[in-house]
């Protein structure tokens, strides 16, 4: 089981980024993928989730500003991130969850298997 999570990097506020994260060694069509953030002397935050049937779930912090999606086909998860702040500079995550259900929760103990992050740096 791999993650890989890609596409951070510099952004003004404001601006938008969209994170991947390509996923392989197990079925996505039957796993839950969730988003995760930690800032610097910062607990880990959970972001989004999105189950095997695509169900999503957003933490309130970015709830209307970020966006999960996937193609299957390209065992490929996205984080769209649009209207960025200062205070989303962050390392962000992926993580797995290999059990099937048909609903996802951004609790990271159900998440066995975890992607190294990617920079996400907000400023002008």
């Known amino acids: 089981v791999q993650l890989q999570a890609s596409g951070g990097g510099l952004v003004q506020p404001g601006g938008s980024l969209r994170l991947p994260c390509v996923a392989s060694g197990f079925n996505l069509e039957r796993s839950s993928i969730a988003w995760f953030r930690q800032a610097p002397g910062k607990e880990r935050e959970g972001l989004s989730c999105?189950?095997?049937?695509?169900?999503?779930t957003y933490g309130g912090s970015v709830k209307g500003r970020f966006t999960i999606s996937k193609d299957d086909a390209k065992n490929t998860i996205y984080l769209q991130m649009d209207g960025v702040e200062p205070e989303d500079t962050a390392v962000y995550y992926c993580?797995?969850?290999?059990?099937?259900?048909?609903?996802?929760?951004?609790?990271?103990?159900?998440?066995?298997?975890w992607g190294r992050g990617t920079l996400v740096t907000v400023s002008s």
């Open positions: 999105i189950g095997s049937r695509g169900d999503t």
């Open positions: 993580a797995a969850d290999l059990s099937y259900t048909l609903s996802c929760a951004i609790d990271p103990w159900n998440y066995a298997y």
